[in-house]
Structures are given as C-alpha cells and as structure tokens.
C-alpha cells in the first residue's frame, strides 16, 4: 500500500476517534488544484483558436519596442531577452499568446521554440489562451487565502458569470489563480494585466473594481480600504530618516577597463 495511503487511513482513525461518527469532521480543503492555471495545461493542444494556423505577425511598433529591448543584452545573449520578448507579443496580441507568437519570438531570438515554450509554460503572467482585456489575477496562497481570498474569487465570477480560467462573453474579463504576489501584508489582493494590483479587498469592494474597470471609472491602485500603503495601525515605524543611502551601483564599463588593463599588463611582461 502506497505510504500516502497508509498515512492518510492514521489520519483519518486518529481524527474519528477524536470526533464521534455523527460529528462533521472539521476538516476543510486548504488549498486545492485548480482546473485552469493561467497557462492552462503545459503541453499545447490545438484548438480552434489556437493551432499553427492562428495567424501572428509583429507590428512595427513591438519590433521597435524589440530593437530597443535588445540593445540591453549583448548580442550573443539575444535568448535572455525571450521574457521582455513574450510581454510585447502578448500585450501586441490582447493579452495572450497564440503559438505562433512563440514561433516568432523564437524565430527572433534564434533560439529552438522550446526554449520559448519553457519560459511561457512557467510563468504565471503568460497566458497561453485568449484572456480578458482585463485579465484578474488572484492570489491563492496561505495568507490571502487565510484572509478570504475564496470569497473573493466567488463573488468575482459570480458577477462574471463564468468559471475560473473563462472569458466572459464581452470580452472584458477572465481570472484565473496564481501563487503568492508579494504583497501579503496587504492580503488578500489581486493584480490586474501584470501591472496594477489591488489590496485588502472583500468581495464588494473586489465587485466594485470590476464594475469600475467595466465603466471606465477612475481607479485607486494598491489597498482599496483606508491603509497607507503597507504601513500597519502603528504607522510607518521604520526608514524614518530623511536621507537615506544612495543605491550601491557598479561601473560595468569601468571595471571592464580595469579588467583589460590587467590582462594586457600580464600579457606585456
Ligand atoms: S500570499 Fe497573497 S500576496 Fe502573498
């Protein structure tokens, strides 16, 4: 017998005879699978949206934007540029990523298009299907979900209308769960398209972003209640002073002045 199923009949008997057989036990599903990640499924299937034949060209304004990306990586490290590359497709393609824009960036880049999937099936901010003009991002992991994550999830597709991973008939919005956001202290949240994100919401407060977002209302960025930022009942309580340090930043290109100047030196003695 599997020792995961060992281990869960001890479980079970230990929390049975804790808790009498008419007593619910009080056990709920913390955190469960969900049926669409944002890349849905890793490996790609056709389907009618998406297959070779889903046409993908790049306008000239993403190849400036490109041109422009590349300069920053050296010219025989084009592939670590596949990122930056995949965001203007996606954003170029309303928000997602046929196949064959990953075709084209590989393409680009020169690199084999597997290099491009990997990268696009990892990340969460990819999405490999069509997606709404707005695309909700929810967090799901322990602290948001400790401060009610699922009840927003709820009332957001609720309003919706249609199930995780879904775009909603006009177009406007699909959500789908990702990982933690980095802004815990402000659980629970959600982001939005890969920029924006929104803080300590409950589920009205989570709706009403959605009706704004529909509107064209103005919208506040970051906690949708009374909290400053990240700032606790106490205020801010740290860097307080004025004058704070400048960054440390290295001279790259004076270092590899000195770095030469060595090396000829080494080679002239
Ligand atoms: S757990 Fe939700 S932002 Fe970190």
């Known amino acids: 017998m599997a020792f995961r199923t060992i281990r869960s009949l001890i479980f079970r008997s230990n929390i049975k005879s804790i808790f009498p057989a008419t007593t619910r036990v009080p056990c709920r599903t913390f955190h469960r699978s969900i049926p669409y990640s944002s890349g849905g499924i890793v490996q790609h299937r056709d389907t009618p ?14 190849k400036s934007r490109i041109e422009t990306i590349l300069k920053k990586f050296p010219k025989n490290r084009k592939k670590s540029g596949i990122i930056h590359c995949l965001f203007v497709a996606q954003e170029q393609n309303d928000n997602w990523l046929p196949l064959n824009a990953m075709k084209k960036v590989a393409k680009l880049l020169d690199v084999p298009p597997m290099q491009v999937y990997e990268v696009a099936t990892f990340y ?27 009840a927003i999830k709820e009332a957001m597709l609720n309003y919706m209308g249609v199930h995780e991973g879904e775009v909603t008939e006009d177009g406007y919005f699909s959500l789908t769960e990702v990982e933690c956001l980095g802004a815990c202290v402000n659980a629970p949240m959600v982001q939005v398209n890969n920029q924006e994100v929104y803080e300590n919401l409950t589920p009205e407060s989570a709706v009403k972003l959605l009706k704004d977002f529909k509107e064209g209302n103005p919208m506040k960025v970051g906690p949708q209640n ?4 990240c700032q606790g009942p106490l205020g801010r309580t740290t860097l307080l002073d004025d004058e704070l340090p400048e960054p440390v930043c290295r001279d790259l290109d004076a270092l590899k002045k000195e770095i030469d100047d060595e090396q000829k030196q080494a080679q002239d003695s």
Do not use: L, V
Request: with cysteine; glycine share 6%; proline share 7%.
């Open 124 to 150: 969460t901010m990819f999405n490999r299907n069509p997606a709404g003009k707005y695309h909700i991002q929810y967090c799901g992991t322990t602290p948001c979900q400790i401060c009610g994550s699922e």
């Open 49 to 62: 949206e998406n297959n070779d034949d889903t046409p993908f060209e790049w306008t000239e304004e993403s």
């Open 226 to 229: 009374d909290q400053i930022n």
